[in-house]
């Protein structure tokens, strides 16, 4: 399904599972899309929860933006118009790497319309998180490590791509994400179903300043609960990066996977989710 911005744009949606509690479900990338999850958790979850699945804007089958209208602002719109669309008051959110800073910030704007939110190995800070993969991608190709200035982000980009692009001609790069190779191909595999995600979304992100703010100072403002799993084979976020997190009521747990344990580590990821729903979402 689709419904229209108040900009014009039709972003792609869907509302699957027969539960009471509306979860707001946002992927990473930037530039994903949420057809993975889906089709991993719309079973497991779907009991509990009135599942929403969105492809943000410029992702997977949204409309792309000729404009390249891709502010944070313009993204965080897009949520509470999507909720307003729905018919919803309250829901849950479920961010996803790059869907934490999504989910933060909307929380933060629009705090009455929040019960609670699940960061799955999710990133708060940009800078934080490219240089653990830098630091992990270094050791992987045997290369020294030196610390990359964080002044200036084309000069920090530069570098970030140059070990990022070594990976992948080493086809090596997977080994930040997954624990399980055969897990990354059931992931390409429904990639290949439809993902059409704007390259433009990606590149607006990864060169605006405003992205690659520390969001953890946001997090002290929040005083929803918050359940923040991670991955302790994760070193595309970092798997101790919550550490830095400063919610006022935070369960964390820690979960045998990589940076997707929704895919590696299915039954856990379930089990914690539906267990903060039961007990915090009373």
């Not at 530069?158 to 930040?176: M, N, P, R």
């Amino acid at each position: 399904m689709y419904f229209k911005t108040s900009d014009g744009l039709r972003i792609y949606f869907e509302v699957s599972g027969t539960g009471k509690i509306p979860c707001l479900y946002l992927h990473g990338g930037p530039g994903y899309w949420s057809k993975s999850f889906q089709h991993f958790m719309s079973g497991p979850l779907g009991d509990k929860f009135q599942m929403i699945y969105l492809d943000q804007r410029g992702c997977g089958r949204s409309e792309h933006s000729e404009e390249e209208s891709y502010s944070l602002n313009r993204l965080i719109n897009d949520l509470e118009e999507l909720r307003n669309h729905l018919g919803i008051e309250e829901w849950l959110i479920i961010g996803h790497s790059f869907g934490g800073i999504l989910a933060v910030n909307y929380a933060v704007q629009f705090p009455n319309t929040v019960t609670g939110m699940i960061l799955a190995n999710a990133t708060l800070n940009m800078f934080a998180s490219f240089t653990q993969q830098m630091q992990a991608g270094s050791e992987i190709l045997g290369l020294e490590w030196t610390d990359i200035n964080t002044a200036s982000l084309p000069e920090f980009m530069e570098a970030y791509y140059g070990i990022l692009s070594k990976l992948i001609e080493q086809e090596a790069y997977f080994k930040l994400q997954f624990v399980d190779i055969d897990k990354k191909k059931e992931m390409d595999a429904i990639d290949r179903e439809g993902l059409d995600s704007d390259p433009a979304f990606q590149r607006f992100v990864f060169s605006s300043a405003e992205y690659f703010q520390d969001f953890t100072l946001l997090s002290k403002e929040i005083d929803k609960p918050v359940l923040v799993i991670s991955g302790k084979d994760d070193y595309a976020v970092g798997s101790a990066h919550y550490q830095s997190f400063k919610f006022r009521e935070m369960d964390v747990q820690m979960l045998n996977s990589g940076h997707h344990p929704y895919v590696e580590n299915p039954g856990a990821f379930q089990k914690v989710i539906l267990d903060f729903a039961e007990n915090k979402m009373k």
